[in-house]
């Protein structure tokens, strides 16, 4: 994935804010990237961007040698469909669906989805299949919103602070299905987060403040999730 | 509250009024045209029984009427007085007549008659020999005004006043038949002039009498000139005397009866079929405004408790400040309460204006003209009844709403709990996705359900009543085979006038049938070789009846049901064996020696008498044909008028009807399209306040990959198999309904059939909901397109 001079802001005249400035990084197929910084330092904004959910004012995005910039909202359509999976911080699972039936809602959009059961007895789901998102943990919802975002079988897997709404224990848990599942499945994992700590399993760490990157570098000995130390 | 509270509090509803302006203003359209509908139906309807009321108070509407064959002896009426009753002469002279051009029949009656009086519209009553006041649906179909002219017996009279009489609720030249008010009219003249005429024409002189009870009971007076018996001396109907002296001298015990007709004002239909049309007016007026404002009021209620979902946190906020619960519910009702008072308001205008153009009865029968304004009463209902109904079913939803704890609305989430648990593994993704949609918001699918019933029952209203006028119309043209019906009070049994067919009619009541107009049926015995009744009698019995379609309707009856008929002394039980395709008339046929059976030994002995002293009923010698008093032809036959009862003809028979029928195309048309509004309007705020609730599960699908097209066929293609199936379901249920609703309506009306929904108004009812729901989610679709993909990331901390 490579992201040329990306800027983007929002308002205009006195309120106008400039969210992203000349933002430019790439990211190795298959590596965990993480990308840190503050409230309001511009990292969701550029996760959207890289995701297709927002059109920045200038720059490129690439993902695996498509440009996915400049793009119609149909196209954009085609290319979340094809590539990216989402993981939110508030879960963001349809309220009345069971479960498998909203890992099916990703499902449906592929014609060769991963197997829905080997994800859910991965994931610890098996026995919560039938339940409703209000009837789970907030651990059993993320892992249900992981599987959601990796049944498509995408080749980039966008996680927006997916342990900002859990514990630190659960968080912990979290963290280490996304090792394993990375692990497993190999996507290009991109997390945002404003935990410094996350950063250290990382294989390239991306520091955003005030919309600049402040610092880009690769982690040669990430750890793994277990090992984390909070 | 001070001032400022209040304009902030004003300023909140406005505000919240712009951001959904649309459903408001939506569900203010509903109202409306819902409430401008019922309340033109339910002024008009009680325009016409306050009329009937002032015209029958007014002019003295007797109690009931007494027909002879010629005047009421001194006597007699001094026995009838001596009862307590008042009695008078209120009679008429049917005479040739010509208006504008148009050859006519005249009934000249008294403008001084003291009871059943006439009303004036316009004018005043005649004074001088050449002047008459004319019944207004004549004037109305020949245009006629105070100071025109129009010809009766051959002398011009002008007209002085437009008028109705009382006991004319409908316009027909015989009680029970429906009339064209273009061939017959009503013309009420000073005493002179009126003498003049019966003396001209004196055995045209009907004699009728209006009787005011005043302590007396209608069967007292009933009893006391029943007993009354013709002196055939004073009879102007020759043939009186010529019966009576036959009979004599035959050595035959036959007398007259005085009294040929006796009819309470609650019996005749010329009163009772305006009022009958009003009263079932309003009782399904009543109905469908119930159906619809409870409509409104649970649409209403879902907008309340989505704008209370979307302020969760508000409320929570306010409500962690210390705003009481009952500051929280007078706000969220304000809009809805606003709402509802403009619609209501706007539907009180609306139906002010529509109601003189739903006047239907207006223009088939004749009674005072009466202004057309809402009553205090429909407009206090037209205003309190949503009000009332919006406020408490809305008190109730946005209570309940309300109820959840302080912290719980302080949290921000996504609209919507758990779904139900029911297991859908095994069906298809997109059936699974749709059902869970349902099942979610199960209140708007019932509502929206609620409304497409609602509209299909004004349709099926609206179709199927026009529909069963053309079809009954169309049948009645193929039925009518015979082009004059006579039936005859002395029927000259020397033998069938020439080119006739004849029958033994013998009209009886229908026991059991209290509370329908007109409840009789006729007896009718035709030969087997007849050309106009396709019925096969000969196999019949004497109890046993093949009755017409229109009987079967009228009353409710099949084969294998008994049916119990009396003639004020005598009943008979018939078993009714079949039902013949005949549904023009209320006949039930037997036989021709089956129906003389029923008729008065004394009648079969007189008609005999004059044909051939000594031949017994029955009998087929001495040239005697058997007795008979109806005859069918395919066209005129010339019979002497002193021998008929009545000669009706085909045209006669159908014309009223078809007068009816494009009456009703208003009403149809108003009703379509109306209904048409609703469904649209109901489709809409229903499906746009769905689509509304589901903004963040719409942008989660798009987020995820879903296209805008994906979108609609999972969150509104739904709402096409609920429509279809509301469709399906509401179609048979409403013509049950409407069926029971149309006997009522049509119990006065001389039409046999059912209510008929034909496979075209199935169809066009079909297209038009579909055509609904194609418009409704072009317009929702617009809405999914308009979510913003990243709605999806607001649900943040």
Request: with cysteine; charged share 20%.
């Amino acid at each position: 994935m490579r992201v040329e001079g990306l800027s983007r802001h929002f308002g205009a005249g006195e309120s106008r804010v400039e969210v992203l400035h000349d933002v430019t990084f790439s990211v190795a197929r298959g590596a965990r990237c993480v990308i840190v910084g503050a409230s309001g330092s511009g990292k969701s904004t550029l996760l959207n961007a890289i995701g297709g959910l927002d059109a920045p004012d200038a720059g490129t995005i690439h993902v695996a040698g498509e440009q996915v910039t400049g793009r119609s909202p149909r196209e954009l359509t085609r290319y979340r469909r094809a590539h990216v999976g989402f993981v939110f911080q508030f879960y963001n699972l349809v309220p009345d669906l069971t479960v498998t039936e909203n890992i099916q809602v990703t499902a449906q959009l592929v014609r060769r989805p991963l197997d829905i059961d080997e994800l859910l007895e991965h994931l610890g789901l098996t026995q919560h299949r039938h339940k409703f998102p209000a009837q789970l943990s907030g651990g059993q919802q993320q892992r249900c919103a992981i599987a959601r975002a990796l049944v498509k079988g995408s080749d980039l897997l966008l996680a927006d602070e997916p342990t900002g709404a859990l514990d630190r224990h659960t968080s912990q848990q979290m963290l280490e299905v996304l090792d394993d599942v990375h692990r497993r499945y190999g996507a290009t994992l991109v997390m945002v987060t404003h935990n410094e700590a996350i950063t250290a399993l990382a294989d390239q760490v991306i520091e955003l403040r005030d919309g600049r990157i402040v610092r880009d570098r690769l982690n040669p000995h990430p750890l793994a999730a277990r090992d984390l130390d909070w | 509250m001070n001032r400022d509270a209040v304009a902030l509090g004003l300023r909140r509803q406005w505000r919240g009024f712009r951001s959904t302006w649309a459903r408001w203003t939506a569900i203010a359209v509903l109202l409306t045209v819902g409430l401008g509908v019922v309340v033109g139906l339910l002024t008009s309807a009680s325009a016409t029984l306050g009329a009937l009321e002032r015209g029958a108070r007014e002019g003295q509407l007797a109690d009931g009427m007494v027909v002879t064959e010629i005047p009421l002896t001194e006597q007699q009426v001094a026995d009838v007085e001596a009862l307590g009753a008042r009695i008078v002469p209120t009679p008429f002279v049917d005479v040739p007549g010509r208006t504008a051009g148009t050859d006519t029949t005249v009934r000249v009656l008294r403008a001084d008659q003291a009871l059943s009086r006439p009303t004036l519209d316009a004018g005043v009553l005649p004074s001088a020999d050449d002047e008459g006041m004319v019944e207004k649906l004549h004037a109305r179909v020949h245009g006629l005004g105070v100071g025109d002219t129009l010809a009766v017996d051959g002398r011009t009279l002008r007209i002085t006043g437009i008028g109705s009489l009382p006991d004319y609720a409908s316009v027909t030249p015989h009680v029970g038949q429906s009339g064209d008010p273009e061939l017959f009219a009503l013309v009420m003249v000073a005493p002179d002039a009126f003498e003049e005429v019966a003396a001209a024409h004196p055995r045209a002189v009907s004699w009728v009498y209006g009787y005011a009870l005043e302590g007396a009971t209608h069967e007292q007076v009933r009893r006391l000139l029943g007993e009354a018996t013709l002196d055939p001396a004073r009879a102007s109907n020759p043939y009186v005397a010529v019966a009576t002296d036959a009979a004599r001298a035959a050595g035959l015990p036959v007398s007259y009866p005085a009294v040929s007709l006796f009819l309470p004002a609650d019996d005749n239909p010329r009163i009772n079929g305006a009022i009958s049309d009003a009263r079932t007016t309003m009782a399904v007026t009543l109905v469908t405004t119930v159906l619809v404002l409870l409509l409104v009021a649970y649409v209403l209620a879902e907008f309340s408790r989505d704008r209370i979902v979307r302020d969760s946190v508000v409320i929570g906020t306010q409500s962690a400040h210390g705003t009481s619960e009952r500051a929280l519910l007078a706000h969220y009702l304000v809009l809805p309460l606003a709402v509802t008072l403009a619609g209501s308001l706007l539907g009180l205008l609306l139906g002010r204006a529509l109601a003189p153009f739903l006047g239907l009865v207006t223009d088939y029968y004749s009674f005072p003209a009466a202004p057309v304004e809402p009553t205090p009463l429909v407009a206090l209902l037209s205003i309190v009844t949503p009000v009332t109904l919006v406020t408490a079913v809305n008190a109730l939803v946005i209570r309940a709403a309300l109820g959840r704890p302080t912290q719980e609305l302080l949290r921000p989430q996504p609209a919507g709990g758990p779904g139900l648990p029911v297991r859908l593994d095994r069906l298809p993704f997109v059936s699974m996705f749709r059902l869970r949609q349902a099942l979610r918001t199960p209140g708007s699918y019932l509502l929206i359900a609620a409304g497409t019933f609602l509209c299909i029952l004004l349709l099926v209203f609206g179709l199927g009543m026009r529909s069963s006028m053309d079809t009954y119309l169309t049948r009645a043209e193929d039925e009518l085979l015979f082009h004059d019906f006579y039936t005859l009070r002395f029927p000259d049994l020397a033998a069938v006038p020439p080119g006739g067919h004849e029958a033994v009619a013998v009209p009886l009541r229908v026991v059991g049938a209290d509370g329908l107009p007109g409840e009789s049926l006729t007896v009718l015995g035709v030969p087997a070789d007849n050309p106009y009744f396709a019925v096969d009698v000969d196999a019949l019995g004497a109890q046993e009846l093949v009755i017409s379609r229109a009987a079967a309707h009228k009353y409710r009856l099949g084969a294998g049901d008994t049916l119990t008929l009396h003639d004020g002394e005598l009943s008979w039980a018939f078993d009714v064996v079949g039902v013949s395709d005949y549904t023009t008339s209320a006949f039930g046929f037997t036989t021709p020696e089956h129906a003389r059976a029923l008729v008065d030994p004394a009648v079969l002995l007189a008609a005999r008498s004059m044909a051939g002293a000594g031949a017994r009923p029955g009998a087929d010698d001495d040239g005697v044909v058997p007795y008979y008093n109806a005859v069918f032809s395919d066209q005129p036959l010339d019979i002497d008028p002193d021998r008929l009862v009545s000669h009706s003809t085909r045209e006669e028979m159908l014309g009223g009807v078809e007068k009816f029928n494009a009456l009703l195309s208003r009403i149809v048309a108003l009703v379509s399209w109306s209904s048409m509004l609703i469904m649209v309007v109901v489709l809409y705020v229903l499906v746009r306040l769905v689509v509304a609730r589901q903004w963040y599960s719409i942008s989660l699908l798009k987020a995820l990959g879903y296209s805008d097209r994906e979108v609609g066929r999972l969150y509104l293609d739904n709402y096409l198999w609920l429509v279809a199936a509301s469709v399906a379901i509401a179609v048979p249920t409403s013509v049950a309904i409407m069926g029971e609703v149309w006997r009522l309506m049509t119990a006065h009306l001389p039409i046999g059939i059912p209510f008929l929904v034909t496979p075209g108004d199935v169809a066009l009812m079909a297209g038009l909901a579909l055509g609904a729901y194609a418009v409704v989610r072009v317009a929702t679709a617009r809405d999914t397109r308009t979510v913003p993909v990243t709605e999806v990331l607001k649900f943040r901390e």
